[in-house]
């Protein structure tokens, strides 16, 4: 039989035991996000600490934590210490690594049509919206259209402008004629030089400084950022600006990682590469302008030629496409127009 006492607190106990589970439930709730275990992506570039592109991933790393709440963390090995361009693509290709940042010409060998950015010329005003240019949806829905079943091209990430770093002035093409220059391995690089009376040398990156100090090469084509970085000044101490070509870098994810993801999620990532990829677009030319500032503060002039030289540099690559039958005339004309707007 039962007991009055017992009778009483049994209601008591079930109702004392549902709310303290539904509090429970409650809570977790209104926990923050970052109370989870993040996600992890791994990001890997050949940029180096400093770089105003790493800079900006940095941002970036930052911007995804916060957009979503704590739900992705970003873990970023820069400055090549994963290896070369070419074992970032085939990890990021097997999804050992999740994203990957690099310049059009490190990934020509992969994706030939990239070498679109590198054409001379195809970028005329690096000052006026560029940032809004290259993330508009004119190039990004360009890029998308290049993706493979294993690569997405998600976006451009940087742009900066390539500066001539020579051992003697180069003023004109006269000038130009006969200067051992180091280019990368791309063809289209090579195809350039040789378009303006140079001798392409292709050579690594890390063996340029020895190379122009014993005269191995004369010239280099870097952004200016890289060439202060590297001291270039010491060897090669004559800078010229003729905007030859411009020295652009994307991101790239892992496709089947990539379309797996919650549209939110994809959102939430392209919206960091956005905002990011604004800041260092507009950093890279703030770069530019206080290294010509400081150079000028020394008695050091970074030479402008004048509009009608200009005009004749523009004249002798007109022709470097042709060689290079992956690139149409359409799709010149198209991203032309997107770089205009």
């Known amino acids: ?5 017992n009778v009483h607190h049994v209601p008591i106990l079930f109702f004392a035991i549902v709310f303290l589970v539904t509090s429970l439930f409650v809570v977790s709730l209104t926990q923050p996000r970052t109370a989870l275990a993040a996600t992890r992506v791994i990001l890997c570039t050949n940029y180096p600490v400093g770089h105003p592109v790493e800079r900006g991933l940095q941002e970036f790393k930052k911007l ?18 994963f290896g070369s361009v070419s074992s970032e693509m085939q990890a990021l290709q097997s999804g050992a ?6 310049s059009t010409g490190s990934c020509e060998p992969f994706f ?13 005003d690096y000052e006026s919206g560029l940032a809004n240019k290259l993330l508009g949806p004119a190039v990004t829905d360009f890029l998308h259209s290049l993706s493979t079943r294993r690569v997405e091209i998600l976006s ?27 280019t990368t391995p791309s063809r289209l690089h090579m195809d350039i030089m040789s378009s303006l009376g140079m001798m392409p040398t292709p050579l690594a990156w890390t063996e340029l400084y020895t190379a122009l100090q014993q005269g191995v090469v004369e010239g280099c084509d870097p952004e200016l950022p890289s060439g202060v970085a590297m001291s270039f000044r010491e060897v090669a101490p004559y800078w010229a600006k003729f905007d030859t070509s411009a020295n652009v870098g994307l991101i790239f994810a892992n496709a089947p990682w990539w379309q797996k993801l919650p549209t939110g999620a994809q959102t939430m990532f392209m919206n960091a590469i956005h905002k990011a990829a604004s800041n260092i677009i507009m950093a890279q030319q703030q770069a530019d302008r206080k290294i010509i500032a400081d150079e ?9 030629p004048t509009p009608e030289e200009k005009a004749r540099w523009i004249g002798a690559t007109a022709d470097v496409y042709k060689k290079h039958p992956q690139i149409s005339e359409a799709m010149i004309a198209k991203l032309r127009e997107a770089f205009a707007r």
């Open 156 to 182: 451009v990430i940087g742009c900066g402008v390539r500066y001539i770093f020579s051992k003697r002035p180069v003023h004109s093409l006269e000038d130009a004629r006969g200067l051992k220059m180091r």
């Open 1 to 5: 039989m039962t007991s009055p006492m």
């Open 112 to 124: 030939p049509v990239l070498s679109i950015f590198d054409l001379p010329y195809m970028i005329t």
């Open 64 to 81: 995804v934590s916060e957009l979503s709440n704590g739900r992705y963390e970003v873990r970023i090995i820069n400055n090549g210490k």
């Open 296 to 304: 000028a503060a020394q008695g050091r002039v970074v030479y402008i």
């Open 97 to 102: 690594i999740h994203f990957m940042v690099e």
